[in-house]
């Protein structure tokens, strides 16, 4: 009888260790995940405000004064946002609140008393236990959360002020762990990326404050409650691809029933009508110029950023996918065909419809 086959695996101590490394580093990360986020908000908003700094350095002034500055601004947008906006936004919430029970007595009795399937879904939900609003009515929950939004924000805010004042310190040290051979693609690239960043950091704020605009308008006009806390929260949700569409319509449709029937359609149409503008003019007119990128990679890249890792992602997607040609004509040339670069750069420097539409023909037959 023949003796079985015996295999020796023999695994190096150094492959192990490397293994354990890597175990504790992903545990770290997902540990550290809130503060990570934290962190890239903060560079986010550093990047959008350092090149504020770097143009009152180009008229002398010293970057710790360019800073101050920065910093006085943010201050300032914080007070109104927690000193003027949220206070009104409380006032207006309570008030619903205390009214939201005869309120909703009188739209059971009057824009819904002709339709029962509605009615009763609409019942269905607001008895769901995880839709319980009467919490909302503690003082202490708005001290809470009033608290905690401030510390967060605060933090952010401290966070972005020293990446201005110590980020090329911070920047350089990093950079001494990548070999000098590299240094040199590494400080042509940073610049590019920044300004993609920038822009897409201008180019959201842009979209979430129409949006934040055109809704507290409608809601204004129909004699919605609330108003001003609903256009808050839909330019806060703005943000969001589809899902925020979602979270921000239905809150304002509930709000515009308690007025009438007729309220509540005209809400849901200037909501659908503004997204429908928004998803295919605005955001790609904004982000498709700022950023470089044709409407259909804009909003592949806000769906795909969205599904993968929510705000965070949105907040990535575009300024990953803008900064790819930067990343390909830097760091990839060297293991690509010339024909593609010079290919890609005829797509991307295209300027009107003209010169796009030759560059595809171009490209498509070879030439």
Not at 25 to 38: A, H, K, M, Q
Not at 58 to 73: K, Y
Not at 183 to 205: D, F, N, S
Request: hydrophobic fraction near 60%; glycine fraction near 6%.
């Amino acid at each position: 009888m023949a003796d079985p086959q015996r295999f020796d695996l023999h695994i190096p101590t150094i492959t192990i260790v490397k293994i354990l490394v890597t175990v504790l580093l992903l545990f770290i990360l997902v540990r550290l995940w809130t503060p990570f986020l934290l962190l890239i908000v903060a560079v986010l908003l550093a990047v959008t405000f350092d090149s504020f700094v770097v143009m009152m350095e180009r008229r002398s002034i010293p970057r710790q004064i360019g800073v101050l500055v920065v910093g006085l601004i943010m201050l300032v947008l914080v007070v109104l946002l927690f000193g003027v906006v949220l206070p009104a936004m409380f006032t207006d919430i309570a008030a619903l609140l205390v009214d939201l029970e005869a309120s909703w007595g009188q739209l059971r009795k009057g824009a819904l008393s002709h339709s029962p399937s509605i009615r009763h879904v609409i019942d269905t939900m607001f008895s769901a236990p995880n839709l319980d609003v009467r919490w909302l009515q503690t003082p202490l929950t708005w001290a809470q959360a009033t608290i905690e939004a401030t510390g967060t924000v605060i933090l952010i805010l401290v966070l972005s002020l020293y990446l201005l004042l110590d980020g090329r310190r911070l920047y350089a040290w990093m950079l001494s762990y990548a070999p000098r051979k590299h240094r040199a693609k590494v400080a042509e690239t940073l610049p590019e990326v920044q300004a993609v960043i920038r822009e897409y950091m201008r180019g959201q704020l842009l979209t979430s404050c129409i949006c934040g605009l055109w809704v507290f308008v409608v809601l204004t006009a129909v004699g919605v409650p609330a108003a001003l806390p609903l256009a808050f929260l839909a330019a806060v949700f703005d943000i969001l691809p589809i899902l925020g569409t979602i979270l921000m319509t239905i809150p304002a449709v509930l709000m515009a029933l308690s007025v009438s029937g007729t309220a509540a359609i005209v809400v849901l149409i200037a909501y659908l009508l503004y997204h429908v503008l928004e998803n295919y003019i605005i955001v790609p007119r904004i982000y498709g110029r700022n950023l470089r990128l044709s409407t259909l990679a804009v909003l592949l890249a806000l769906i795909v950023g969205g599904s993968l890792q929510g705000i965070l992602g949105i907040l990535l997607a575009l300024p990953i996918v803008a900064a790819y040609p930067i990343i390909e004509r830097i760091w990839l040339q060297d293991y690509m065909r010339s024909e593609v670069i010079a290919e890609h750069a005829a797509l991307a420097g295209a300027t009107d419809t003209q010169a796009e539409d030759a560059a595809v023909d171009e490209v498509l037959h070879g030439r």
